[in-house]
């Protein structure tokens, strides 16, 4: 198995957070989900800068929340300017209601002891 990095989340690393969240009807979040793993997988990891993505799906059947992490927000720029970026998001955004996405600094961590 190739070496994977994961989701590291500490204030120390200055990476740049993208937290998205979709809403969508309860027949579409096993959809959404599984295109954002598979885009994620073929694609979007061989992306200069990217990180990690991952993926949560509620407990509801109403929403997915695509938590990326990038090195930098230039990196994430660059990504973002790419045509074929805005055609993997027209594909996420066609199984959604709506689509909520934001930029993040990670400022604390706490965790049991």
């Given at each position: ?10 204030a ?68 973002m ?11 996420f ?21």
């Amino acid at each position: 198995m190739a070496h994977r990095t994961i989701a590291t989340i500490a204030a120390e690393e200055q990476r740049l957070t993208l937290i998205n969240l979709y809403e969508v009807e309860a027949d579409k979040q096993a959809d959404l989900a599984r295109l954002l793993s598979e885009i994620t997988e073929t694609t979007i990891r061989h992306e200069p800068g990217f990180v990690s993505v991952s993926v949560h799906s509620s407990l509801d059947g109403t929403k997915v929340v695509n938590y990326a992490q990038w090195a930098s927000k230039e990196h994430f720029e660059a990504f973002m300017k790419k045509p074929e970026t805005g055609e993997q998001l027209k594909r996420f955004a066609a199984l959604a209601k709506s689509v909520s996405p934001a930029l993040y600094k990670v400022n604390s961590v706490d965790s049991a002891r």
